[in-house]
């Protein structure tokens, strides 16, 4: 009786236990011998961050920060400081995304509400760094570099290890011509941090000395290490300018449409395919590409560039239509507080009043004097006549020890049709041929006519090799 009893109780245990067996066999697997335990459950992964989660990281640290995260960034901290009117860091935070909004899309009108809202963050707290570098980015989208010096400064007084001011200084001392002191502080930067800002941040400073294949290793290296799209596709926008200046049109488009790829709101990147393909001769896709650029970023030099290239199509009536464009933009980045003398005394040199553009570029030479200015003020001094006075800013603008190392194809061209009126005709034609070598496609206008300076100056006299004197060795 009791082994007919015990056997139901046995198949049971054995069932319990192959029970047990299977279920323990069910999280893992033999393969060729080798216990392989397999997960049961995931743990959900963490949601990735918002746009401006995003956009609040990227302002922060000085990196470009995608159009959709600036507008949920602005927004929530609108929200912030009406709940909390004291609250300095939300009020710094909402200026920088002001001047970054407004720098993105060209619309000088969210520079008052960045002054605004900085201002008021520096009321609250005194000794403010973040509120002072708002301040010294607002003042460079500005182009007031004068103040960004002020402001920059200031900001590192406060915290001379706070790397993020750095930049801010660099672009500052460019915009004034102090090359110097940009190398300085780029030196002092790298010291402090390395990454992918600080790596674009070299290339502008490399490129600005001339050393073209630095600053193209040093944007490729940022480009790769970039954490998100916008700041990526900001890299390579700025990597296709730098394969455009060199002439290498290919590398020049490649770059440009991987930037637009990645950030659609890219409109510099859109603005310089229209460039590439012009010099390409793909003028509709060019046209259009341009059309692109100025419907989101109504930039005036991107209204210059346009013009011109329907001028040189012989489209006169559509070049006046996107002149009429810059002027009013100018219009509009001067009631921003935004200086954009610069573009337009290039306009009115080529296209409107020398005389005027003369009047504007020494005002502004006096106030910012860099390179840019420089070549600008050179140019329209020739157009109006004042040449030998036109030369001695074309050097200036030419000057590798000034900090004009870039020697770009337009201040070669420049220097080189100053130098032609003078009668200088070896200087002439060393120039010109050099505008030609760096960039033959430099501009639809501009590049025809060097060319036809540069075959009006004929090749170099032959004067032979100089007879030496029977007591030379």
């Known amino acids: 009786m009791e082994n007919q009893q015990e056997g139901p109780v046995r198949r049971e245990r054995s069932a319990r236990r192959r029970r047990v067996l299977l279920a323990s066999a069910a999280g893992c697997v033999v393969l060729g011998g080798v216990l392989v335990l397999l997960p049961r459950e995931r743990s959900a992964e963490p949601a990735p961050p918002s746009p401006g989660a995003l956009a609040m990281e990227a302002v922060g640290s000085g990196v470009p920060a995608a159009l959709p995260g600036l507008t949920e960034l602005i927004e929530e901290r609108r929200n912030a400081v009406r709940k909390r009117p004291r609250d300095a ?108 800002a600080v790596l674009a941040r070299a290339a ?15 944007l490729a290296d940022a480009a790769a290490g970039a954490r998100a799209p916008a700041e990526r596709a900001a890299y390579l926008e700025r990597a296709g300018q730098l394969a455009f200046e060199r002439g290498d049109l290919d590398v020049a488009l490649r770059h440009f449409r991987e930037a637009v790829r990645l950030d659609p709101d890219q409109f510099a990147a859109r603005a310089g395919q229209g460039r590439t393909l012009a010099a390409l001769g793909r003028t509709t896709e060019a046209l259009n590409a341009y059309r692109a650029a100025l419907a989101g970023q109504p930039c005036p030099r991107y209204a210059l560039e346009l013009g011109e290239l329907y001028e040189s199509l012989g489209m006169p009536e559509a070049a006046r239509e ?66 030998d006075e036109a030369l001695r800013f074309a050097l200036t603008a030419t000057d590798t020890e000034r900090g004009g190392g870039v020697l770009d194809a337009a201040s070669m061209y420049h220097r080189g049709m100053i130098e032609q009126k003078l009668n200088r005709h070896g200087a002439a034609r060393r120039h010109l041929t050099e505008a030609l070598r760096i960039n033959p496609h430099f501009s639809p206008l501009h590049a025809p006519a060097a060319r036809t300076a540069t075959e009006a100056l004929g090749e170099p006299p032959d004067e032979g090799v100089p007879e030496m004197d029977g007591g030379a060795g």
């Open 322 to 387: 996107r002149y009429g464009l810059l002027r009013e933009r100018v219009r509009r980045a001067a009631a921003g507080g935004a200086d954009e003398e610069l573009v337009l005394g290039r306009f009115e040199a080529d296209h409107g009043d020398p005389k005027a553009a003369v009047r504007r570029l020494r005002a502004e030479w006096r106030r910012q004097p860099g390179t840019e200015v420089a070549d600008a003020l050179g140019w329209a001094l020739y157009r109006a006549g004042e040449t």
């Open 204 to 218: 502008a400073v490399y490129r600005d000395r001339g050393w073209r294949e630095d600053a193209a290793a040093s």
């Open 89 to 196: 860091t939300s009020w710094a935070v909402l200026g920088a995304a002001y001047v970054e909004r407004g720098r993105r899309l060209a619309d000088p009108a969210y520079y008052p509400r960045a002054e605004k809202a900085l201002r008021t963050s520096l009321s609250v707290r005194p000794r403010n760094t973040r509120a002072l570098e708002g301040l010294a980015a607002l003042s460079n989208a500005r182009r007031d570099f004068p103040a960004a010096r002020r402001w920059g400064e200031a900001a590192l007084k406060l915290e001379p290890r706070r790397w993020t001011t750095y930049p801010l200084l660099i672009d500052a001392y460019t915009g004034l011509g102090e090359y110097k002191a940009a190398k300085r502080t780029l030196d002092r930067l790298t010291r402090l941090r390395s990454g992918p």
